[in-house]
C-alpha cells in the first residue's frame, strides 16, 4: 500500500496515528502518560499544521530561500513550543517531568514528521 500523495491527508493520518497511539498507551500505562497530554497533543498538531501551512506559502513565493524558509520554521516552533512549557508550568504542575517528556515525545514524533516530508518533496523542490 502506497502513502497518498497529499501532504495533508499525510498529515491527517499521522496525527490519527499518534492519537490511537497516545490512547493504546493510556489504556497499557496510564503511569507513562501526563494528565494534559490531550493539550500538548493538540497544540503539537496546530502548530505543526500551521507552520506547514506558512512553509508552503513561503516556498511558493521566495523559493530561492529554501534553507532560510527551513530555518524559520524550525526556530517558530522550538520558540512556540518553549512558551507553552513555560505557559503550562509557570503556575505549578504536578509531575513536570512526565510533561515534560510526554511534549518531548510528540515534539519528535512531528519534527521526525517534517524530516520526512522535507526528505520525500527535496527532489521536486531541486528542480
Known amino acids: 500500500m502506497a502513502l497518498p500523495k497529499s501532504i495533508h491527508l499525510r ?66 516552533r522550538l520558540i512556540a513550543s518553549l512558551v507553552f512549557i513555560g505557559l503550562e508550568v509557570w503556575p505549578g504542575m504536578a509531575n513536570i517531568i512526565l510533561f515534560i517528556a510526554d511534549f518531548f515525545m510528540i515534539f519528535l514524533f512531528y519534527l521526525v514528521f517534517d524530516i520526512y516530508t522535507f526528505l520525500a518533496n527535496l527532489r521536486p523542490i531541486s528542480k
Do not use: C, D, R
Open 11 to 76: 498529515f491527517v493520518l499521522f496525527s490519527a496515528a499518534i492519537a490511537v497511539l497516545i490512547v493504546t498507551l493510556n489504556f497499557l500505562l496510564p503511569q507513562v502518560i501526563h494528565e494534559k497530554i490531550w493539550e500538548i497533543y493538540f497544540f503539537m498538531v496546530i502548530t505543526s499544521f500551521l507552520i506547514g501551512l506558512l512553509n508552503g506559502f513561503l516556498l511558493k513565493s521566495f523559493a530561492e530561500n529554501f534553507f532560510q524558509i527551513m530555518v524559520l520554521a524550525m526556530i517558530l
